[in-house]
């Protein structure tokens, strides 16, 4: 059982999750608590860096001293922001546009 002096907090969901580098030296937030269906085998290494690794191949079980860790974007509640500008530069857009024709089809 990981230790909870890591333990941070989803900038959009509240969660708890952890940052942890991958193998590709990315920072990758996963579940602060470790979860039977992850795909990842999460380790703190002798510098205190959480790290994780995919569980595939011929790797695909947890070897010492790893737990199962879960992405965290995956039970995200609030996923990362999806292009949101632009939606809400279509509606008003469209409502206009709604507007124009009725004006044009039924006015004077
Ligand atoms: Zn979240």
Redesign the pocket.
């Given at each position: 059982m990981p230790s909870d002096h890591d333990v941070a907090r989803?900038?959009?969901?509240?969660?708890r999750?952890r940052w942890a580098m991958t193998a590709r030296g990315r920072r990758q937030?996963v579940n602060a608590d470790p979860d039977p269906d992850g795909n990842l085998a999460a380790r703190t290494d002798h510098l205190g860096v959480l790290r994780v690794r995919v569980l595939a191949g011929e790797r695909a079980r947890l070897e010492g001293g790893e737990w199962q860790a879960m992405p965290?974007?995956a039970?995200?509640?609030?996923?990362p922001p999806r292009p949101r500008a632009a939606q809400t530069a279509s509606r008003p857009g469209r409502r206009s546009a709604t507007v124009r024709y009725g004006t044009w089809r039924w006015g004077r």
């Open positions: 989803c900038d959009t969901c509240s969660a999750i937030p965290h974007v039970t995200c509640a609030s996923p």
